[in-house]
């Protein structure tokens, strides 16, 4: 590595990343326009707002949860028509996007849901639900007209609300309430709608035109099936084709191999899925919907047990790669016995952190030139937000949990694998057999040419895993990813694996650490720092405990780490 050069690469990357991600994004929070009141905060108002309204005060058998909500499709309008800023300006401070939710769960079964606005803490929905739900049937069975003009009415007694500012409809929504929609223009053919039901219920919602609806539809409808026939069940092929090969490559590697990244992905995911438990309410709920615990409970244990899989995967993946990869002649991943393991770890967290800035500037590139194209806009993903985290500044552990497993399974073995099928139907295969009985010699061009051609479906399986995010159109991720990945590839084969897990986790917890400074969460902005210094002290570690031990003698040869 011509340290220089890649210095100067690594330089242009970070410049360009932080005038085109970073300034824009954390502008405001260093401005002070986007301080974010805390969970605990929120649920403090609410539970003042419900008992000076309501006399709520929750007892034994009670509780409250509160959860970051909001609507994306609306969001992603916005981004769309470049409707944001006067969205900012016009409407946010009394009907904006995103909320904390706070449910106050009775002892009864009664909830009641306070809505707060996530910077000025100012209540700006509500809605009562009992525990018994006749009353809707009872409200849908009464005459609209009766109902709107009783609505009207008991909306001029609300402070803060102009009765004439708002239409009505002609019609209510399932649970009984009358729709209002604002006379107010200004964004584009969506419109604000309050949803009253006097004593029982006043909050808003939006309403988009019905082609957007249908285009969102489609676009989320196309990427769940690339999603499964792209990514689910290649990975479920190539978990079991990892199997095959960990114990087909025995003989060059060890069962010990991968154990201690495995179990750390394992036990550092599971920790940021307990978490995450708000996000997967999130995730079952909305705006104006409750999702219950026992579902929230479901899901969380249902996500425990596909993480226990792709952590078996991501062991067979470490075994099976590294047998793949010696059989074919490359060692591309140094063992914990090797004399200079210490330095070859600092070495490749050097290389991590000047890769992960070069990739960084390339995707702000990428993304910039994309949204010219394809006329990209972005939606929002409550449940994965800082907001529905109990301990916001955990979330770079996702960082460590992407960077060991998706390269350990993707790169590491997906292309391992397809370079040895393409080698094994090609007369200049540079590696030996499975069986190992020899290695032959070839064409290092046509070896090169195998070899980029192997990066190829890896490449496309890693980019499909990542288009059911809330960005449109799906090509967008897709060939953003393509370009990242195959970049992430290179740096493999050039500087080994160590080093692109370093890189991968380096350009995760940037990111996210630009998350927790836009956030406005003021307590996490040292743990953003620490999240971008984290992979370095790692790395130094990890040296340290090796030189500790290098004195011991060895020997055989020992794949175990």
């Given at each position: 590595m011509r340290s220089s050069r890649w210095a100067v690469a690594a330089g242009i990357g970070l410049l360009i990343f932080l005038f085109m991600q970073v300034l824009p994004a954390i502008a405001p929070a260093i401005k002070g326009d986007s301080d974010t009141i805390g969970r605990g905060e929120a649920k403090r108002i609410a539970l003042v707002y419900a008992s000076a309204h309501w006399g709520t005060d929750l007892g034994e058998g009670s509780?409250?949860?509160?959860?970051?909500?909001?609507?994306d499709r609306m969001a992603a309008y916005m981004t769309k028509h470049k409707l944001t800023d006067a969205y900012d300006r016009d409407w946010d401070a009394r009907y904006p996007?995103?909320?904390?939710?706070?449910?106050?769960?009775?002892?009864?079964?009664?909830?009641?849901?306070?809505?707060?606005?996530?910077?000025?803490?100012?209540?700006?929905?509500?809605?009562?639900i009992g525990a018994a739900r006749t009353d809707v049937d009872k409200a849908a069975a009464r005459d609209v007209a009766a109902r709107t003009s009783e609505a009207l009415a008991w909306l001029k007694t609300q402070p803060g609300f102009d009765a004439s500012a708002w239409e009505p409809v002609g019609?209510?929504?399932?649970?009984g309430s009358v729709i209002l929609q604002s006379r107010k223009t200004g964004l584009s053919d969506a419109h604000?709608?309050?949803?009253?039901?006097?004593?029982?219920?006043?909050?808003?919602?939006?309403?988009?035109?019905?082609?957007?609806a249908d285009e969102i539809a489609k676009q989320r409808k196309l990427a769940d099936k690339l999603s499964m026939t792209g990514f689910l069940l290649p990975q479920i092929v190539m978990f079991v084709l990892a199997v095959i090969y960990a114990a087909a490559c025995r003989g060059w590697t060890s069962f010990k191999r991968g154990l201690f990244l495995s179990?750390?992905?394992?036990?550092?995911?599971?920790?940021?899925?307990?978490?995450?438990?708000?996000?997967?309410?999130?995730?079952?709920?909305?705006?104006?919907?409750?999702?219950?615990?026992?579902d929230v409970t479901a899901l969380l244990v249902t996500n425990v047990v596909i993480l226990f899989i792709q952590s078996l995967l991501t062991y067979f993946a470490a075994v099976g790669g590294d047998g793949l990869w010696r059989s074919m002649g490359r060692s591309l991943w140094p063992r914990w016995q090797d004399a200079n393991y210490g330095s070859k770890v600092k070495t490749a967290m050097k290389q991590g952190y000047m890769l992960a800035v070069i990739l960084l500037g390339t995707q702000s590139v990428v993304l910039t030139g994309l949204g010219l194209l394809l006329g990209t806009y972005y939606g929002s993903d409550p449940s994965q937000s800082a907001y529905n985290m109990y301990h916001p500044w955990l979330l770079p552990l996702l960082a460590w949990c992407a960077g060991i497993s998706e390269e350990l399974q993707t790169r590491f073995f997906g292309i391992g694998l397809v370079r040895k099928w393409l080698g094994a139907l090609s007369r200049s295969n540079p590696g030996a057999d499975v069986s190992g009985s020899g290695a032959r010699s070839g064409s290092p061009l046509l070896s090169r040419v195998l070899t980029s051609i192997a990066v190829l479906p890896a490449t496309a399986v890693w980019a499909f895993g990542h288009v059911g995010y809330a960005v449109y159109p799906w090509q967008t991720r897709f060939i953003e990813l393509m370009i990242i990945g195959a970049l992430f590839a290179w740096f493999m084969l050039r500087f080994g694996l160590l080093t692109v897990i370093f890189a991968h986790v380096v350009l995760d917890s940037t990111l996210m650490s630009v998350q927790m400074l836009s956030d406005g969460l003021s307590s996490d902005n040292i743990a953003g720092f620490v999240s971008v210094?984290?992979?370095?002290?790692?790395?130094?570690?990890?040296?340290?405990?090796h030189d500790r031990r290098r004195g011991v003698a060895v020997s055989a040869p020992d794949y175990s780490r």
């Amino acid at each position: 590595m011509r340290s220089s050069r890649w210095a100067v690469a690594a330089g242009i990357g970070l410049l360009i990343f932080l005038f085109m991600q970073v300034l824009p994004a954390i502008a405001p929070a260093i401005k002070g326009d986007s301080d974010t009141i805390g969970r605990g905060e929120a649920k403090r108002i609410a539970l003042v707002y419900a008992s000076a309204h309501w006399g709520t005060d929750l007892g034994e058998g009670s509780e409250a949860t509160i959860t970051h909500v909001g609507d994306d499709r609306m969001a992603a309008y916005m981004t769309k028509h470049k409707l944001t800023d006067a969205y900012d300006r016009d409407w946010d401070a009394r009907y904006p996007t995103d909320v904390y939710a706070v449910d106050l769960h009775a002892a009864d079964g009664s909830v009641d849901r306070v809505s707060v606005h996530m910077e000025s803490g100012e209540v700006v929905a509500w809605a009562r639900i009992g525990a018994a739900r006749t009353d809707v049937d009872k409200a849908a069975a009464r005459d609209v007209a009766a109902r709107t003009s009783e609505a009207l009415a008991w909306l001029k007694t609300q402070p803060g609300f102009d009765a004439s500012a708002w239409e009505p409809v002609g019609s209510l929504t399932e649970g009984g309430s009358v729709i209002l929609q604002s006379r107010k223009t200004g964004l584009s053919d969506a419109h604000v709608q309050l949803l009253v039901q006097p004593d029982k219920v006043l909050t808003y919602r939006y309403a988009l035109p019905e082609s957007f609806a249908d285009e969102i539809a489609k676009q989320r409808k196309l990427a769940d099936k690339l999603s499964m026939t792209g990514f689910l069940l290649p990975q479920i092929v190539m978990f079991v084709l990892a199997v095959i090969y960990a114990a087909a490559c025995r003989g060059w590697t060890s069962f010990k191999r991968g154990l201690f990244l495995s179990a750390a992905f394992f036990v550092m995911y599971a920790g940021f899925m307990f978490n995450l438990r708000p996000g997967l309410r999130a995730s079952s709920a909305g705006m104006n919907a409750i999702a219950s615990e026992s579902d929230v409970t479901a899901l969380l244990v249902t996500n425990v047990v596909i993480l226990f899989i792709q952590s078996l995967l991501t062991y067979f993946a470490a075994v099976g790669g590294d047998g793949l990869w010696r059989s074919m002649g490359r060692s591309l991943w140094p063992r914990w016995q090797d004399a200079n393991y210490g330095s070859k770890v600092k070495t490749a967290m050097k290389q991590g952190y000047m890769l992960a800035v070069i990739l960084l500037g390339t995707q702000s590139v990428v993304l910039t030139g994309l949204g010219l194209l394809l006329g990209t806009y972005y939606g929002s993903d409550p449940s994965q937000s800082a907001y529905n985290m109990y301990h916001p500044w955990l979330l770079p552990l996702l960082a460590w949990c992407a960077g060991i497993s998706e390269e350990l399974q993707t790169r590491f073995f997906g292309i391992g694998l397809v370079r040895k099928w393409l080698g094994a139907l090609s007369r200049s295969n540079p590696g030996a057999d499975v069986s190992g009985s020899g290695a032959r010699s070839g064409s290092p061009l046509l070896s090169r040419v195998l070899t980029s051609i192997a990066v190829l479906p890896a490449t496309a399986v890693w980019a499909f895993g990542h288009v059911g995010y809330a960005v449109y159109p799906w090509q967008t991720r897709f060939i953003e990813l393509m370009i990242i990945g195959a970049l992430f590839a290179w740096f493999m084969l050039r500087f080994g694996l160590l080093t692109v897990i370093f890189a991968h986790v380096v350009l995760d917890s940037t990111l996210m650490s630009v998350q927790m400074l836009s956030d406005g969460l003021s307590s996490d902005n040292i743990a953003g720092f620490v999240s971008v210094l984290l992979p370095a002290a790692i790395a130094l570690l990890i040296a340290w405990v090796h030189d500790r031990r290098r004195g011991v003698a060895v020997s055989a040869p020992d794949y175990s780490r």
